[in-house]
């Protein structure tokens, strides 16, 4: 019997049962995320061979900046599209869309204006000698990076329609051939001229190829300037506590770069976000699949069958821990010989880096709780989850730094977010979204990760011999 298909405002829609369509979507993410990130390896290795360390912690500085801009202005645009009623409504998908061009256009101009106040400060002391603040370049690179929302802003919601009814087949081909096209002109240019602005342009082009694929390759009514007042209201209700939320979460995510930028100089910054990459990569599994397509998921079962939410929510998180506690226990053993094999020395203190970092991975697996409360309608109680882990981070790494310096910093990044677990399993318990022994069974690979590290740091061991 064939399945009942609908049409939506971005093309036919499959009606299919929900574990097909995630399965599916997840498949899609899983390609993309893992094809992605070869890219960016590769890509990685090539480009520390042509640029210094310290080219990579300035533009490290700079992308948080450009980041922490987007989240400052977040409305949670795409989410309002995934979970809301009207999220196939033309009207409702032109007026996110004229917000989101607004805020672009904001954001680029805000942006710039950070640039030239960074230029100033840079001018006096308030920056301490070796900040990477400081950095002559840092400016300029700003700059630059403010097309990089502003082309964001007219990026079609075609993309968010898609990932409401979980179809991602095309958004992840457009993102991944975004990615081959910044990256293979990042490497083109530094090999010609080695230079952080090949970063830069490498960057933008590749934000200026989604957003025209996310017009011409995704099928669909095009977006146009709209301004539905009813719409608005919508997305501003439920947008206010993603907007709060928004600059928590950027604030406890980056505030690590924030503070070792002024703590550090550019060469140590570059080595660790060098590390951090490699975790980030890991993290943004998490991000891709359970992020988007989980987000979706919980979404729709909100909405038709809530009582099957931590069914569905369990579901979903062992495979994540499996993986994210397998992977920390592999790279806590394994690390340096990683480093090793793949980059020259100047990369090498990275390896250390990377294996206390990995640690930060036990406690990574419950970001996917906080897109539960939001897929439920209950963003505003990851507030307190953030602020909780960003007085813990800002009060707590300066002071561990002037006392133990960075090495006593790494260890407390890699496991300051403990002190959010109390909170998050109270609301858990309050929800029904805790079952102890689901949470404590991916464990066992754990201690699987460390037997398969300390395997293969055996066998390098008695290859070096």
């Known amino acids: 019997m064939r399945l009942p298909r609908a049409r939506s405002s971005f093309g036919i829609v499959d009606k299919g049962s929900l574990s097909a369509r995630f399965i599916l979507a997840s498949s899609w993410m899983l390609g993309e995320h893992g094809v992605g990130q070869l890219i960016r390896f590769m890509g990685n290795l090539a480009l520390t061979r042509l640029l210094a360390p310290e080219m ?105 329609a898609a990932n409401r009814h979980l179809e991602m087949k095309l958004v992840a081909v457009i993102r991944v051939g975004s990615q081959l096209a910044g990256t293979a002109l990042m490497i083109a240019l530094a090999f010609v001229e080695p230079s952080i602005y090949a970063l830069v342009f490498g960057g933008i082009f590749s934000r200026f190829v989604l957003v025209c694929a996310s017009h011409y390759v995704i099928s669909g009514e095009n977006n146009r300037f709209t301004w539905d007042k009813s719409a608005v209201a919508e997305i ?39 590390a951090m990459a490699l975790i980030t990569i890991l993290v943004g599994f998490s991000n891709k699949v359970v992020g988007s397509v989980g987000y979706a998921a919980i979404s729709e079962i909100d909405r038709n069958n809530p009582e099957r939410i931590k069914e569905i929510y369990y579901r979903i998180r062992f495979p994540l821990d499996a993986t994210f506690l397998f992977l920390t226990g592999v790279l806590f053993v394994t690390g340096s010989i990683i480093l090793d094999l793949l980059y020259d020395e100047r990369y090498l203190y990275a390896g250390h880096m990377i294996e206390v970092l990995s640690l930060s991975l036990v406690f ?44 006593g910093a790494l260890w407390f990044i890699a496991g300051y977010k403990v002190f959010t677990l109390p909170l998050i399993f109270y609301l858990k318990r309050k929800f029904d979204l805790c079952n102890y022994q689901e949470e404590f069974k991916g464990f066992f ?12 740091e055996c066998a390098y061991e008695c290859l070096l011999t």
Do not use: H
């Open 236 to 274: 501003f209700t439920f947008g206010k506590w993603i907007f709060i939320t928004s600059i928590l979460g950027f604030l406890l995510a980056s505030g690590d770069k924030l503070l070792l930028a002024a703590l550090s100089d550019s060469v140590t910054l570059g080595l660790y976000s060098l």
């Open 364 to 407: 990574n697996r419950y970001g996917f709780f906080s897109r539960v409360l939001s897929a439920i309608g209950r963003p505003d109680l990851n507030i307190g989850i953030n602020i909780l882990g960003i007085i813990t981070l800002y009060a707590g790494l300066p002071l561990i730094f002037s006392l133990y310096g960075f090495e």
């Open 56 to 160: 990579f912690g300035v533009m490290a500085v700079a992308q948080v900046f450009i980041s922490g801009m987007a989240m400052f202005s977040d409305m949670g645009l795409d989410i309002n599209i995934i979970r809301s009623k009207r999220g196939d409504d033309i009207k409702f998908l032109n007026t996110a869309w004229t917000l989101q061009v607004l805020r672009g256009l904001l954001l680029c101009f805000i942006t710039i204006c950070l640039a030239l106040l960074v230029d100033l400060m840079s001018l006096t002391d308030f920056w301490r000698p070796e900040s990477v603040y400081r950095s002559p370049e840092l400016p300029m690179v700003l700059v630059l990076l403010s097309l990089s929302p502003l082309m964001d802003g007219f990026r079609s919601t075609k993309i968010a």
């Open 445 to 456: 690979f754990l201690g699987l990760g460390v037997l398969v590290g300390a395997i293969f």
